[in-house]
T-cell receptor, first 112, second 115 residues
Framework: KQEVTQIPAALSVPEGENLVLNCSFTDSAIYNLQWFRQDPGKGLTSLLLIQSSQREQTSGRLNASLDKSSGRSTLYIAASQPGDSATYLCAVSLDSNYQLIWGAGTKLIIKP | GAGVSQSPSNKVTEKGKDVELRCDPISGHTALYWYRQSLGQGLEFLIYFQGNSAPDKSGLPSDRFSAERTGGSVSTLTIQRTQQEDSAVYLC?????????????FGSGTRLTVV
């Protein structure tokens, strides 16, 4: 059974720092992996999607990497800003299955 | 509309009552998903609708839960005889065909509290 784990559960850093959020999964047979952002009282916003054949994806200050063999993905946020404060969720899609298996998220606080 | 709309945004109900949660997907999106997010937990898949195909109900936690999608558009998730463990945020998402390829758009969710 696929399980997705995110560490740490919460992270607080000063504005301007670069940071890394971690996501691990137990079964390497994934179709793709996605990172989402969740703001309080709002829905989920898709940030980056990495297909299983890819190693990384970049969007602005965000860079997501994928290492299928080790069952790990990282989300790198450069030059963090207070507006980056949110809960970040990773989710994997399984082969031939549209369901997303989710981590519990990392709550990120960027201090001004 | 421009996004996925869910209503109500908040619902407080007494244990044992029935509740209906509504999801209005993006026009033209054939796929619709319901997920549940309990406090401190990852999202849990509930049900998936794709076009006119029979829905995948494999994630529904009990027979108290049911969902329908009328006319391939609006979906209603019904919880009968609510229990306190049903308290959670219920999220709806829609996508063009298979979301894994096309990406998902989520609504803001319905926060259900059973007292």
């Amino acid at each position: 059974k696929q399980e997705v784990t995110q560490i740490p559960a919460a992270l607080s850093v000063p504005e301007g720092e670069n940071l890394v959020l971690n996501c691990s999964f137990t079964d390497s047979a994934i179709y793709n992996l996605q990172w989402f952002r969740q703001d309080p009282g709002k829905g989920l916003t898709s940030l980056l999607l990495i297909q299983s054949s890819q190693r990384e994806q970049t969007s602005g200050r965000l860079n997501a990497s994928l290492d299928k063999s080790s069952g790990r993905s990282t989300l790198y946020i450069a030059a963090s800003q207070p507006g980056d404060s949110a809960t970040y969720l990773c989710a994997v899609s399984l082969d031939s299955n549209y369901q997303l298996i989710w981590g519990a998220g990392t709550k990120l606080i960027i201090k001004p | 509309g421009a996004g996925v709309s869910q209503s109500p945004s908040n619902k407080v109900t007494e244990k044992g009552k029935d509740v209906e949660l509504r999801c209005d997907p993006i026009s033209g999106h054939t796929a619709l998903y319901w997920y549940r997010q309990s406090l401190g937990q990852g999202l849990e898949f509930l049900i998936y609708f794709q076009g006119n195909s029979a829905p995948d109900k494999s994630g529904l936690p009990s027979d108290r839960f049911s969902a329908e999608r009328t006319g391939g558009s609006v979906s209603t998730l019904t919880i009968q005889r609510t229990q306190q463990e049903d308290s959670a945020v219920y999220l709806c998402a829609s996508s063009l065909s298979w979301g894994a390829d096309y990406g998902y758009t989520f609504g803001s969710g319905t926060r259900l509290t059973v007292v």
